[in-house]
């Protein structure tokens, strides 16, 4: 996830997505992660207290600063880099099952009242993006799920 100034997403030179000021959350979704752990990271990210405060600390959520998220999927989240010099894509979710999973945390987002953007499932994606800060954060899974 980054804050960002704006960002905008393209797929064959359309724009699939634009935001001002918010966050970019590039959503990969794992084998074994099921609907709860996309509703659970939505809640995070909408909670999550990234923005600045009067005195500049980073104290307000998505919400209260009145920014709005672009989604866009990232299956090499998912990839492992420990052997070799070729990414494996093993541990990426088969994409009949992630993209329900991708699509339930835009969802959840747009329930909780924020403005969403998205890309393109399984596209083919060009994503412009202004880091404010910069502030990149890797939201932690779900305290019921063990990392491997």
Do not use: C
Not at 18 to 35: C, P, Q, S
Not at 59 to 71: C, D, I, P, T, Y
């Amino acid at each position: 996830m980054q804050r960002v100034s704006r960002a905008a997403v393209r797929v064959d030179g359309r724009t699939t997505g634009r935001i001002e000021r918010g966050l970019l959350a590039f959503v990969g979704v794992e084998r074994g992660d099921v609907e709860n752990d996309a509703t659970y990271l939505a809640d995070k990210t909408a909670e999550l207290r990234v923005f600045p405060d009067e005195q500049g600390r980073m104290n307000r959520s998505v919400v209260e600063a009145g920014g709005a998220v672009l989604v866009v999927s990232q299956f090499t989240l998912a990839a492992s880099t420990r052997r070799g010099l070729r990414p494996s894509f093993s541990r990426a979710e088969d994409a009949l099952i992630a993209a329900p999973l991708y699509e339930r945390f835009g969802e959840r987002l747009r329930e909780r009242g924020i403005t969403v953007a998205s890309g393109v499932f399984q596209a083919h994606m060009e994503v412009d993006l202004v880091n404010d800060g910069p502030v990149t954060l890797l939201l932690d899974p779900p305290p019921w799920r063990k990392t491997p």
